[in-house]
C-alpha cells in the first residue's frame, strides 16, 4: 500500500519535473537522487554518516533508558523524589531539543557532549513518563504474589517490574526514538562536523551548501527509509516477539 | 475506487501548481539580498539613503538579510530574489550547479582571516584533533580560502573540513570570545578587528596569504532573467553603487556618520574599521580567476567555467 | 472427612479492622480454623470475608488481634499460606503455563523444578498447554493455571478468595471438582471465601456463616461435601436455612 503510493508519488514528481516549469536545482529527476544516493553509498559516505547518527541514537536511548528507570525507582522510593521528578517532567517534557540548543552550546561548546545532551534530553523525560505510567500501574496482586514469596526487590525488578513495563518501555522508546532522531538531525544541521563525523543532517546541510539538490533529496530519502525500518520494521518486530504474542497489547 | 479518487486528487494539485508558477508578473519591483557585515556597508547606505529609488523612478525597492549564499541562492531558484551578494565561491559553486545567473559588480576587497585565541597556534600545522574552527558554511569564500591555505601549508586542503563548525559571523564571534572548543575563527569585518583587539588574539593566516594576492570578497550577481527584462533596472543599480562607493571613499566621517547607526557601532571606531588597510569598496572584480583554477582542481567545481562566460556586461 | 478436628492450623483471635473512617468491617471476631480442613466462609458480599482472609494470609495487618498458624503468631506473609483472588491477571502474561507454574519454585530455590511443573500441569489437565501464553487462554485453563501455581510450592494452606465466581456454570462445576479432589488428595487445609450457598455446601468440610455486619451467626460441619449432583431433601432445607440467615442480617 506504502509502495503504491510510493509510486504515484515519483510519477507526479516526474511529471512535475517534465513540464519544464522548475528549474532542475529545484526538480531533480527522480534518475539524479537515485544516482547521487548510489554514489554517496559507493564512496560509503553516507553509510558513515548514518552509522554515525545511529550510533549517537543508540547509545542515548540506552542511556536515557537506564535513566529513566533509575528516576522512576527511585520516585517510588521517595515522595520526594517523586515530586521533584513529576516537576522537571513537567518543566522538560515540553522543551523540543533543539531549542535548547543554544544555552547547551553555551555550557558545553559544540562538541559532541553537546549533541548528546540534547538527544538524552528527547530521550528521557517521554521515557520516564511512559516507565511512570508502567511503574503505578503494576496490578496489586503482583505484590500479593510478591509477599507470599518473600521476593526481593531484585527479584522483583527482574521477575515482575521489567517484563510488565515491557509495553511501556517499547512505547517510551519509540516516542524517544521520534523525538531524539529528529533532534539530532536538527542539531547536525546547525553545528556541522561534531566529533569528526557529520551524521545524516549535516549530508544534508553539505549538500545544500554545495547546491547539490539530487543529494538533498537522497539525504531526505534516506531518512524516510530509516524512519520506516526502525519504526515500523524493528519496533513492529520486536513487539510481535513479544509484548503482542503475550497478548499485553493488541 | 479509492485508487482512482486518489489519482484524480494528485492530479488536481499537480495542475494547480503548474497554473500558479506560470502566472505571476511582478513588474518594476526589486528585491535585493544581502548578509552580514561591513563588507556590504555600500548597499546599507543605499538602503536607508533610499538611493535607488530616486533613479529608478515607480520602482519598488526591497531588501532582505540573508543569513548564509545557500539562502540567497534558494530564494532565488524559488522567485523571490533578483539581486544577490555573496563571496565570489558561492557564487562559482551555484553557476556550475546550473543557475542561471552571472556577476554584474564587484562591492570589495576586504582584510579576512584566521583568528585564534589560543597561545600555541602559530601557523595551521599547529592545530589538533580536537580544535574546532568557526565559518560561515562549506562552499563560503572563508572555506575555500581555508582549503587553499591548508593545501600550501598542509598539502592537504580538505585537512579542517571535520572540524568545521558552521556559525554565522556574529555566533562565531561569541563562541570564540567565550574561550572554548571554538578555537578559530575564520571571519571578516567588522568581526576580525573586533576578535585582534582581544589581548591574545591573533591572526593564524589571512586572505591574501591563503590566496597569495588580493581579491574580491563579495560581488553582486543578477539573475539572468531579471537582467534580460530590465538591463536599465541592473544598470541603474551599477551607477548607484558606483556613486555610494565614491561618497563612501571621499566622505568617510560623513558616510561613517550613517553606517554607525545601522551597524550600531562607535563613530569612531566604525570609520576605523571603513579605511582599514585592506578594506577597498570598489566594482573591479579580481582574483576570480584563481578562484576557478583551485575550486576546479579541488572538485568543488565540475564544470570548466570560463571567467568572460560569468558577468554580466 | 480426612483430618482430625482437635488441632487448629489457623487461629484468629479477636480480630477488628475497619478501613478509612468509622465504619466498622471486622470487630473482635475469633475463629478456628482446622487442620486438613475445607473451611469456608460464607456471606453476603460487603460482609468483611475477604478482608477476614487476607488477615488470614498477613497481607492486611488487623487493627486489632492476632492471627496465629500452628500456635505460632505471624505478622507477615510467608510461602505456606498462598492466597489466590479471582481476577484472571494473577498470572504473569509474559510467562508460559510452565514458566507462571514453575516461577515459585524458582525463587524459592527448589532444586526439583521441571518434574514438578509437569506433574502439577497433569494435575489441572494443562499438560498439553505447557507452552501457551496466559492469553492463548480459556478462562477456566486460566484458573487452572492459577491453582497449580499456587500449589507448586506445596504451601500448608491454600487461601481462596472468590476464586471461580466469574466463570460460567460449566467451568465453575469442574473446577469445584478438582480443587475438591486436589484437596481430597493432598491433605491440604483450604480457607475458601465465598457468597455462593450451593459451592460452600457442595465443597467444604466446614463452613462459617457470617451476616451483613461481619460477625459469624453460625460455624457447623457441613455433611455435604463433595456431593456434586446429588441433591437431596437434606441439601435444600439446608440451603433455605443457610440463605435465611445470610439474608436477614442482625441489626446493630
Known amino acids: 500500500m506504502k509502495f503504491f503510493w510510493f509510486l504515484i508519488f515519483l510519477a507526479v514528481w516526474e511529471i512535475i519535473r517534465i513540464s519544464g516549469n522548475f528549474s ?36 542515548s536511548l540506552a542511556a536515557g533508558t537506564v535513566a529513566a528507570f533509575i528516576l522512576v525507582l527511585g520516585s517510588h522510593v521517595s515522595g520526594i523524589l517523586d515530586s521533584l521528578l513529576k516537576s522537571l517532567v513537567s518543566f522538560f517534557h515540553p522543551l523540543p531539543g533543539i531549542a535548547i540548543l543554544p544555552a547547551v552550546i553555551l555550557w558545553t561548546g559544540t562538541g559532541i557532549e553537546s549533541i548528546f545532551i540534547i538527544v538524552i534530553h528527547s530521550v528521557l523525560w517521554p521515557m520516564v513518563t511512559n516507565l511512570h505510567t508502567g511503574y503505578s500501574s503494576i496490578p496489586e496482586n503482583y505484590s500479593f504474589f510478591r509477599k507470599n514469596y518473600r521476593m526481593n526487590h531484585f527479584q522483583m525488578f527482574t521477575g515482575i517490574t521489567l517484563p510488565y513495563s515491557l509495553p511501556y518501555i517499547l512505547a517510551g522508546l519509540k516516542i524517544s526514538f521520534a523525538r531524539s532522531w529528529r533532534a539530532l538531525i536538527s542539531a547536525e544541521m546547525i553545528f556541522g562536523a561534531a566529533g569528526g563525523k557529520g551524521g545524516i543532517g549535516w549530508y544534508i546541510f553539505s549538500k545544500r551548501v554545495y547546491m547539490d539538490t539530487a543529494g538533498i533529496y537522497a539525504g531526505l530519502l534516506v531518512i524516510i527509509v530509516i524512519g520506516i525500518v526502525i519504526e515500523e520494521l524493528f519496533f513492529t518486530c520486536i513487539e510481535q516477539k513479544t509484548v503482542r504474542k503475550w497478548g499485553m497489547i493488541s | 475506487m479509492k485508487y482512482r479518487t486518489a489519482a484524480a486528487f494528485l492530479l488536481l494539485i499537480l495542475i494547480t501548481s503548474l497554473l500558479s508558477c ?38 519598488t525597492v526591497e531588501w532582505k538579510k540573508l543569513a548564509n549564499t545557500a539562502a540567497i541562492r534558494e530564494a532565488m531558484l524559488s522567485d523571490n530574489l ?37 597561545e600555541n597556534i602559530r601557523k595551521l600545522s599547529d592545530f589538533t584533533e580536537n580544535d574546532r574552527i568557526a565559518l560561515p558554511q562549506p562552499g563560503s569564500i572563508q572555506h575555500i580560502l581555508l582549503t587553499m591555505a591548508s593545501e600550501k601549508e598542509i598539502g592537504n586542503p580538505s585537512f579542517f573540513d571535520n572540524r568545521i563548525v558552521t556559525m554565522s559571523h556574529p555566533d562565531g564571534m561569541n563562541a570564540l570570545l567565550s574561550r572554548k572548543d571554538i578555537t578559530a575563527h575564520f571571519t571578516s569585518p567588522p568581526f576580525i578587528m573586533k576578535e585582534l583587539k582581544q589581548p591574545g588574539f591573533r591572526l593564524v593566516v589571512s586572505g591574501e596569504e591563503a590566496m597569495g594576492g588580493n581579491f574580491t570578497f563579495i560581488g553582486g550577481t543578477v539573475k539572468n532573467s531579471f537582467a534580460e527584462k530590465h538591463p536599465d533596472a541592473v544598470a541603474a543599480l551599477y551607477s548607484v553603487i558606483k556613486d555610494t562607493i565614491h561618497f563612501i571613499s571621499t566622505k568617510p566621517e560623513e558616510a561613517s556618520d550613517i553606517l554607525s547607526e545601522i551597524y550600531r557601532m562607535d563613530r569612531e571606531e566604525l570609520e576605523n574599521y571603513l579605511t582599514w588597510d585592506g578594506m577597498v569598496f570598489t566594482q573591479d572584480i579580481s582574483g576570480m580567476d584563481r578562484f576557478i583554477l583551485f575550486m576546479k582542481n579541488n572538485s568543488y567545481l565540475k564544470n570548466d567555467i570560463r571567467e568572460e562566460d560569468i558577468y554580466y556586461r | ?97 510452565r514458566e507462571n507454574i514453575s516461577f515459585p519454585l524458582r525463587l524459592l530455590g527448589r532444586s526439583i523444578i521441571d518434574k514438578r511443573s509437569e506433574i502439577l500441569e497433569k494435575q489441572v489437565y494443562l499438560d498439553g498447554y505447557t507452552d501457551y501464553y496466559p492469553s492463548q487462554l480459556s478462562g477456566g485453563m486460566r484458573k487452572r493455571t492459577i491453582i497449580a501455581r499456587a500449589l507448586s510450592s506445596e504451601p500448608e494452606i491454600l487461601l481462596l478468595d472468590e476464586p471461580f465466581s466469574s466463570l460460567d456454570i460449566q467451568t465453575r462445576i469442574t473446577l469445584h471438582k478438582l480443587i475438591y479432589s486436589i484437596w481430597e488428595k493432598t491433605g491440604i487445609t483450604v480457607v475458601f ?31 455435604f461435601a463433595g456431593s456434586f449432583g446429588e441433591m437431596s431433601i437434606d441439601f435444600f432445607t439446608r440451603r433455605k436455612e443457610l440463605m435465611n440467615m445470610i439474608e436477614s442480617p442482625e441489626k446493630i
Open chain 1, 24 to 59: 532542475p536545482l529545484i526538480f531533480p529527476s527522480v534518475k539524479d537522487v537515485v544516482a547521487s544516493l548510489v554514489s554517496s553509498s559507493i564512496d560509503g559516505e553516507i553509510f558513515f554518516q548514518l552509522l554515525f547518527s545511529l550510533f549517537i541514537i543508540f547509545i
Open chain 2, 82 to 118: 533578483d539581486i544577490g551578494f555573496m563571496g565570489l565561491p558561492p557564487f562559482l559553486i551555484g553557476y556550475d550547479r546550473g543557475m542561471e545567473w552571472k556577476m554584474f559588480t564587484g562591492l570589495c576587497r576586504a582584510p579576512i582571516g584566521l583568528v585564534t585565541w589560543k
Open chain 3, 1 to 97: 472427612m480426612g483430618y482430625d478436628q482437635l488441632n487448629s492450623i489457623i487461629r484468629l483471635e479477636n480480630i477488628s479492622h475497619a478501613y478509612g473512617g468509622n465504619k466498622s468491617v471486622l470487630s473482635d471476631i475469633s475463629l478456628e480454623i482446622p487442620e486438613k480442613s475445607f473451611y469456608s466462609i460464607l456471606g453476603p458480599s460487603g460482609c468483611g470475608k475477604s478482608t477476614l482472609l487476607k488477615i488470614s494470609a498477613s497481607m492486611l495487618k488487623p487493627q486489632a488481634g492476632h492471627v496465629y498458624v500452628k500456635d505460632r503468631i505471624v505478622h507477615s506473609p510467608d510461602p505456606e499460606r498462598i492466597i489466590v483472588f479471582q481476577d484472571d491477571n494473577q498470572l504473569f502474561p509474559w510467562m508460559t503455563v
Open chain 2, 22 to 59: 506560470a502566472s505571476e508578473e511582478k513588474d518594476k519591483k526589486i528585491i535585493i539580498a544581502e548578509q552580514y557585515g561591513l563588507a556590504y556597508a555600500p548597499l546599507q547606505i543605499m538602503r536607508v539613503e533610499k538611493s535607488l529609488e530616486k533613479k529608478l523612478h515607480g520602482w
Open chain 3, 193 to 223: 471465601v465465598t457468597h455462593d450457598i450451593d459451592e460452600a455446601l457442595t465443597l467444604s468440610s466446614d463452613i462459617a456463616v457470617m451476616n451483613s455486619s461481619g460477625s459469624f451467626t453460625s460455624i457447623f460441619r457441613n455433611s
